[in-house]
């Protein structure tokens, strides 16, 4: 079955350093979508990237979505308190159901 | 609108009772979906529906039931609690030809 991989599970960094998560899929995938969830909380919906290739951005928030649409990666500018919480990418493939990855645990020290 | 909701948000079992985890949304989703989220194992499919009547199995349905007789509601049956279903369970919908799922506050069960 379809495996989405995500590395690394956990990242501690100081305020104003940068951040990047990456997403890897045993399969083509045919969209790829971002979830934040803070701790406690429930996951948030972020983004979806549908094309080969593409780049949204999101304030200090930049996705990307591989040429081969096999893996994508969520990168943060200068991060900020509000940024802790845990990432996941969630990749569909044929199916209308989300494969979710294992998700990348951000603490910001102040 | 309440968005989804789940009901309850804790609970307690002993091994070997059943339950029923409750989800209901108000926002006229067709797609609605469970999920379980473990340590470090991110968030695992247990079952969905595309809409009224019609259920499927995710990527760890044994020892889960579900039904889906309204478009509202989508919930989700333990048939024999085990400690191995200790975990935290989200439901989730999508609107009509959307693709964002909207999350639930999710139910923390611990299985005894």
């Known amino acids: 079955g379809q495996q989405v991989m995500q590395i690394p599970q956990y990242q501690h960094v100081q305020e104003g350093e940068d951040f990047t998560t990456y997403c890897n899929s045993s399969?083509?995938?045919?969209?790829i979508q971002w979830y934040k969830q803070r701790p406690g909380g429930h996951p948030v919906f972020l983004i979806q990237?549908?094309?080969?290739?593409e780049v949204k951005k999101q304030k200090r928030l930049t996705f990307q979505f591989g040429e081969a649409k096999k893996n994508s990666s969520l990168h943060i500018t200068a991060t900020q308190t509000t940024d802790v919480g845990t990432y996941f990418c969630?990749?569909?493939?044929?199916?209308?159901?989300?494969?979710f990855g294992s998700g990348t645990r951000l603490q910001v020290q102040p | 609108n309440a968005g989804v909701t789940q009901t309850p948000k804790f609970q307690v079992l002993k091994t070997g009772q059943s339950m029923t985890l409750q989800c209901a949304q108000d926002?006229?989703?067709?797609?609605m979906s469970w999920y379980r989220q473990d340590p470090g194992m991110g968030l695992r499919l247990i079952h969905y529906?595309?809409?009224?009547?019609?259920?499927d199995q995710g990527e760890v349905p044994n020892g889960y039931n579900v039904s889906r007789s309204t478009t509202e509601d989508f919930p989700l049956r333990l048939l024999s609690a085990a400690p191995s279903q200790t975990s935290v369970y989200f439901c989730?919908?999508?609107?009509?030809?959307?693709?964002?799922?909207?999350f639930g506050p999710g139910t923390r069960l611990t299985v005894t």
């Open positions: 989730a919908s999508s609107p009509p030809g959307g693709f964002e799922q909207y």
């Open positions: 399969t083509t995938l045919s969209n």
């Open positions: 990237l549908v094309k080969s290739g």
């Open positions: 969630a990749g569909r493939g044929g199916r209308r159901a989300l494969t």
């Open positions: 926002m006229n989703h067709e797609y």
């Open positions: 529906s595309v809409g009224a009547g019609i259920t």
